[in-house]
């Protein structure tokens, strides 16, 4: 039997200590995952063994996600997300990689794509927007009221919804709803309301334009909580990005259709760098 690997850590110059792990070809370019809001590495089980053989790979958990540290202080804004995202980078050495991020990994992604334009390679970014708009401030701060009041399972109740497709979420309903209680169950709930309530205020539209890389925006149809239109606003704000609507897919892509989702991000990276192996 094989053994599990052990998890793996880094401590940042703040004295925070992110949980990562590396997989992956060494031989092949850089690929770094950046999680969504409310979840962990877990989510991206479904589409890894898509990208080890064209990638070396990195998953981390930020702040207050996963085994990674939550400090008592907050909000976690996205922002610092993002500085730590480029910290754990370059600790381990990670040059010039592609970024992939759903939703508020995405928007990490956009922080980092605008300050430092010339150190990835390009991105392809699921549920992206551009900045925290009134509406979603709204549905953010329910988010966190529910967590609470009445815990994990009341948050997932206010949050489903808005994060798959309806044939997906009927048909995974409960198991969905169960990954989402070992989630966000098993630590203290400081962590999850911190990065909710730290997306609050976010902003990047002054720095798109920015943005240099191959960028890739995929949204789904169904989705409800970065909608079609936000989506293409974002892209609107980014010279030369490509936007993609994904038809019967909601919020949570690289879940819902992990293949599907892989087989995008390869096609793009082959477009983008005709030359490059991926």
Not at 125 to 146: G, Q
Not at 250 to 274: C, N, T
């Amino acid at each position: 039997m094989t053994a599990r690997p052990q998890p793996t850590f880094q401590t940042l110059a703040n004295g925070v200590k992110l949980h990562y792990r590396l997989q992956g070809d060494p031989s092949r370019p850089w690929l770094v995952l950046l999680n969504g809001l409310l979840s962990d590495t877990t989510m991206w089980a479904g589409v890894l063994p898509g990208l080890t053989n064209h990638f070396r790979v990195l998953t981390f958990d930020s702040r207050g996600q996963g085994r990674s540290d939550a400090p008592e202080q907050g909000p976690y804004p996205t922002a610092l997300l993002a500085a730590e995202a480029r910290e754990l980078m370059g600790l381990l050495g990670i040059e010039n990689p592609w970024l992939v991020g759903l939703s508020n990994g995405a928007a990490m992604s956009l922080e980092l794509l605008s300050d430092h334009p010339d150190d990835f390679a390009g991105a392809v970014l699921t549920s992206s927007v551009s900045h925290m708009d009134f509406a979603m401030a709204r549905k953010a701060e329910h988010w966190a009221h529910c967590l609470e009041v009445g815990g994990p399972l009341m948050q997932f109740d206010a949050v489903a919804p808005f994060l798959w497709g309806d044939r997906f979420l009927e048909a995974r309903h409960g198991v969905l709803r169960a990954y989402h209680q070992v989630v966000t169950g098993n630590g203290p709930i400081h962590g999850p309301l911190h990065q909710i309530r730290g997306t609050l205020g976010w902003d990047v539209r002054d720095r798109l334009s920015n943005i240099s890389a191959p960028l890739l925006l995929l949204c789904g149809a169904e989705d409800l909580l970065t909608p079609p239109w936000k989506c293409l606003e974002t892209a609107q704000f980014i010279p030369h990005s490509r936007l993609e609507l994904v038809p019967g897919i909601g919020h949570s892509y690289p879940v819902e259709d992990p293949q599907g989702f892989v087989k995008r991000i390869l096609a793009f990276v082959a477009l983008a760098l005709p030359t490059e192996k991926a």
